[in-house]
């Protein structure tokens, strides 16, 4: 089976196709990892994007369910040098081709990824169109020009109710905006009640279900595209610990104050160096965003830059001065990639404890009870809906 890739400037290239047949616009941008392809297609930040691997040989190690890190991939296209239709792995359980087949995504091989990578780096990222049609040159031009991108990702990737992980320790609320399992998991393993909401929680919400600390994740597109996420977080800035990864570090800038932008082409790989300002030490980071925050823009705000990107300088985290609150650009999670960065989850949960050492505590049961009141009130909710929401704060 053919396929087409088709960049907006004009550029076309011609290869294999594999997985799902049809029709794809996106985004089409570049991973620079040696391994992790599964972790990749399933990480919901690629929603809406078209994904090239600069590494050459792709599927060589099989599927497993086990590395998925969201329930389906979100990527509109996956672009590869080398796709192995047979894997070797004893963990693997089906192939690349049949896993793009079940989620209708189209995959294209045997063309020139490292051509494409070097375009994408000199004009930047573009709208591009993957497709196993045999329409003309011109039509599908017509039909790409004509398309737009999505700017709902958020929306579409982010759990759609509230659910809980129970644990012995600190509650962590998860608003998720497209969050990864491995943040999850490294949650988990440190034993924190985990309840993860939608994105579009509010703060009164929030407040309800009584947490010890807020945990804003990663997610896709243009920060400026969940300007409600915005508020909320500016609303309960200071009421308790927060902190912000990758999207989620974005929000938490916009809602300081300080403004974001796109990047020429962004930062997508596992191979990423970022300096720790405070310790003077380079850590190697796992990231995927197009956005950053502007460098100008922290000045006037009440923000610290504690990390910066070794290879363009860009602001890789952010603190609060006045306030328990923190964030960073990168995955401190890894999957794929490093995880050097993974002591952020303990510095997370020991801001959490001293937070609470600080002020005066009420038990738990009245803290929630007094919370969820202040948030019934500041809302105004009231009925099944918010009796909902209080039983499941009380569990």
């Not at 009421?239 to 990864?245: L, Q, R, S, T, Y």
């Not at 003077?280 to 965003?289: A, G, K």
């Not at 923190?326 to 960065?341: N, T």
């Given at each position: 089976m053919?396929?087409?890739?088709l960049l907006?400037?004009?550029?076309?290239?011609?290869?294999?196709?594999f997985?799902?047949?049809?029709d794809?616009?996106?985004?089409?941008?570049?991973?620079?990892?040696?391994?992790?392809y599964?972790?990749?297609?399933?990480d919901?930040?690629?929603c809406?994007?078209?994904?090239?691997m600069?590494?050459?040989?792709?599927?060589n190690?099989?599927?497993?369910?086990?590395d998925?890190?969201?329930?389906r991939?979100?990527?509109h296209?996956?672009?590869v040098?080398?796709?192995?239709?047979?894997p070797?792995?004893?963990?693997?359980?089906?192939?690349l081709?049949s896993l793009l087949?079940?989620?209708?995504?189209?995959?294209i091989?045997?063309i020139d990824?490292?051509m494409l990578t070097?375009?994408?780096?000199h004009h930047?990222?573009?709208?591009?169109?993957?497709?196993?049609?045999t329409?003309?040159?011109a039509e599908?031009?017509?039909?790409l020009?004509?398309?737009?991108?999505?700017?709902?990702q958020v929306s579409?990737?982010?759990?759609?109710?509230v659910?809980?992980?129970?644990?012995?320790?600190e509650?962590?609320v998860?608003?998720?905006?497209?969050?990864?399992?491995?943040?999850l998991r490294?949650?988990?393993?440190?034993?924190c009640d985990?309840?993860?909401?939608?994105h579009?929680?509010?703060?009164e919400?929030i407040r309800?279900?009584?947490?010890?600390?807020?945990?804003l994740s990663?997610?896709?597109?243009?920060?400026?595209?969940v300007?409600?996420?915005?508020?909320?977080?500016a609303?309960?800035l200071?009421?308790?610990?927060i902190?912000?990864i990758?999207?989620?570090?974005?929000?938490?800038?916009?809602?300081?104050?300080a403004?974001?932008?796109?990047l020429k082409f962004?930062h997508r790989g596992?191979?990423?160096?970022v300096?720790?300002?405070?310790?003077?030490?380079?850590?190697?980071t796992?990231q995927n965003?197009?956005y950053?925050?502007?460098?100008?823009?922290?000045?006037?705000?009440e923000l610290?830059v504690?990390?910066i990107?070794?290879?363009?300088?860009?602001?890789?985290?952010?603190k609060?001065t006045?306030?328990?609150?923190?964030?960073?650009?990168?995955?401190?999670e890894?999957?794929?990639g490093p995880?050097d960065s993974?002591y952020?989850?303990?510095?997370?949960?020991?801001?959490i404890?001293?937070?609470?050492?600080?002020?005066?505590?009420l038990?738990?049961?009245?803290q929630?009870s007094?919370?969820?009141?202040?948030?019934?009130?500041?809302?105004g909710?009231?009925?099944?809906?918010?009796?909902?929401?209080?039983d499941y704060?009380?569990k």
């Amino acid at each position: 089976m053919q396929a087409r890739l088709l960049l907006e400037d004009g550029t076309l290239f011609t290869g294999k196709g594999f997985g799902s047949e049809g029709d794809s616009v996106g985004e089409v941008v570049f991973n620079t990892g040696m391994t992790g392809y599964q972790e990749v297609l399933s990480d919901p930040s690629y929603c809406g994007q078209i994904v090239t691997m600069t590494y050459p040989l792709i599927g060589n190690y099989g599927m497993a369910r086990d590395d998925f890190e969201s329930i389906r991939p979100f990527i509109h296209g996956f672009v590869v040098r080398e796709h192995e239709v047979v894997p070797s792995n004893w963990r693997a359980e089906y192939s690349l081709d049949s896993l793009l087949k079940e989620y209708g995504i189209i995959g294209i091989s045997d063309i020139d990824t490292r051509m494409l990578t070097r375009r994408i780096r000199h004009h930047g990222v573009m709208k591009a169109m993957l497709t196993t049609s045999t329409k003309s040159v011109a039509e599908l031009m017509e039909q790409l020009t004509g398309s737009s991108l999505m700017n709902d990702q958020v929306s579409r990737v982010s759990t759609k109710s509230v659910f809980s992980i129970p644990g012995p320790k600190e509650r962590v609320v998860l608003v998720d905006f497209g969050s990864k399992s491995g943040i999850l998991r490294d949650l988990v393993k440190r034993d924190c009640d985990v309840v993860v909401v939608p994105h579009d929680t509010t703060a009164e919400q929030i407040r309800r279900l009584g947490p010890d600390g807020i945990l804003l994740s990663n997610g896709p597109g243009d920060p400026k595209d969940v300007p409600h996420a915005v508020s909320m977080i500016a609303d309960l800035l200071g009421e308790f610990p927060i902190f912000g990864i990758c999207l989620g570090h974005q929000l938490f800038a916009l809602a300081c104050g300080a403004d974001t932008d796109k990047l020429k082409f962004g930062h997508r790989g596992g191979n990423h160096p970022v300096k720790d300002l405070q310790s003077n030490r380079c850590y190697i980071t796992s990231q995927n965003h197009g956005y950053t925050v502007k460098d100008e823009s922290v000045a006037n705000t009440e923000l610290e830059v504690t990390h910066i990107n070794n290879n363009d300088g860009t602001i890789e985290g952010l603190k609060h001065t006045k306030y328990p609150a923190f964030s960073v650009q990168y995955h401190p999670e890894a999957s794929p990639g490093p995880f050097d960065s993974s002591y952020l989850f303990d510095d997370f949960i020991q801001q959490i404890r001293q937070f609470k050492a600080d002020r005066p505590q009420l038990p738990r049961q009245a803290q929630i009870s007094a919370a969820s009141k202040l948030g019934l009130q500041a809302a105004g909710a009231s009925g099944p809906a918010a009796k909902g929401e209080l039983d499941y704060a009380k569990k």
